[in-house]
């Protein structure tokens, strides 16, 4: 093979790099080892992986030939292997690689385990927009790489992204303690309550800057693609079942945030608790929901969660008949503080934080009566700029990341 062959992948990567800009960085990007022998990268569709990638290539390297991005459902791999592509790389001297939507390989993670074996000098990066398939790979990597998770995009990356307003991240002990100064700050040069509504319905995902009005087509798409694709590649389900996956999904759609009733869930879906579960999970895993239970989440010993959550506000604007206020404010809190801490089912109240800070969620008339007395809790209120005490904006638990 020579570089007649290799061109096509090259004029892709060029054609990708020229369009990248290094204005606005993903969280992740800084908290990532870039030296390490392989590092995975995975997150949800949309959510800025492969953008990621090339802006540390862009930055990294003056003269780009000596490195090489591939997406592994090009078409040059239904006629060349992965493997020819890292020995043609070899011996050219480049030891680094970038591979996108690593999933699309059939076998890749034993051809990874391979090539770390194999090509000592080698490095890989790679993505999977299947958390499903990636957490699922048939071989285990998890001595070999280092495996990142990249969330959608949290408020305080929003406003960076819209160029308004440039923070850092906010640390979530750091903001219980200083919350009035961080509003503060923020707030006297911006107006946050329109720009919170538009993060509620379409700043999650950075995709929706490209084409803002087919958002809401290709969210959804997103979301028939884990259904379709992902579950039947890592679960032997059948035709049926994809069908009450849907299904089950619209039923928590209209519902959310859904106290599941099981038994009743199961009888509506004519299904089995082990099916169910199954099912559950694998739309959590997938970040499609979020399931919230009272004790640490274990993947391998499925248990019913007590709650059940969409992943984040922009997937009930895509899913639900009727975004209901409430609804919409828990599911902000919870897609944001996910992202960087523990948060459970309390007895009482509506989140357990870092197993110590018990919350209430509400508008800006919500009182303390049902947390009362409790040690460490807070209000997180809606409709308000500045909190004071233990009242905290629900707009400032975006700034955590």
């Known amino acids: ?38 590092i995975g990268i995975k997150g949800a569709r949309g959510v800025g992986k492969t953008t990621m990638l090339l802006q540390h290539i862009r930055e990294n390297y003056s003269d780009i030939s000596k490195t090489l991005y591939a997406s592994l459902d090009d078409l040059w791999f239904s006629s060349h292997s992965l493997i020819d592509l890292v020995d043609w790389a070899d011996r050219h001297g480049i030891t680094r690689l970038y591979l996108d939507e690593v999933h699309r ?14 090509y000592p000098d080698m490095g890989i990066i790679y993505t999977s927009s299947s958390i499903l398939i990636m957490d699922n790979a048939k071989v285990d990597l998890s001595r070999r790489q ?14 960076a992204f819209e160029d308004v307003v440039h923070i850092d991240p906010v640390p979530f002990d750091e903001l219980l303690e200083t919350h009035v ?18 993060y509620l319905e379409h700043g999650y995902y950075p995709f929706y800057k490209e084409m803002p009005e087919d958002f809401q087509s290709r969210l959804r798409d997103a979301v028939s693609t884990v259904i379709d694709n992902d579950l039947p590649s890592v679960e032997n389900v ?27 869930l199961w009888k509506q879906l004519s299904t089995n608790n082990e099916l169910g579960l199954r099912m559950l999970y694998a739309l959590d ?18 248990y019913k969660p007590d709650k059940i959550f969409l992943n984040n506000p922009n997937l009930m604007h895509v899913l639900c008949p009727r975004v209901d206020k409430g609804n919409e404010r828990e599911t902000f809190f919870a897609s944001q503080l996910q992202a960087t801490t523990d948060i459970k089912h309390p007895k009482q109240g509506d989140f357990l934080v870092a197993d110590k800070y018990l919350f209430e969620v509400g508008g800006k008339n919500k009182t303390f009566d049902q947390i009362a007395d409790m040690p460490d809790s807070y209000l997180a209120v809606d409709d ?12 400032l638990f975006g700034l955590t990341y």
């Open 1 to 38: 093979m020579d570089i007649s062959d290799i061109q096509p992948l090259y004029d892709t990567f060029y054609r990708k790099i020229d369009k990248i800009s290094l204005r606005f960085k993903r969280y992740l990007y800084d908290q990532i080892h870039w030296n390490a022998r392989i």
């Open 285 to 302: 895993k997938a970040q499609i929901l979020t399931l919230l239970t009272s004790k640490v989440k274990n993947y391998k010993y499925l």
């Open 384 to 395: 308000t700029e500045i909190g004071h005490g233990c009242r905290i904006p629900l707009w």
């Open 105 to 118: 390989y059939e076998n890749w993670s034993q051809t990874l385990k391979n090539i770390y074996d194999n």
């Open 146 to 159: 280092t495996v990142y998770t990249l969330y959608g995009l949290s408020f305080r990356e929003y406003l």
């Open 238 to 264: 059948s035709f049926e079942t994809i069908q009450k996956v849907r299904r089950l999904l619209m039923i928590i759609s209209e519902r959310v945030p859904f106290e599941p009733n099981m038994s009743e």
């Open 181 to 198: 100064q961080k509003a503060m700050q923020i707030v006297k040069n911006v107006k946050i309550a329109p720009l919170f509504e538009g």
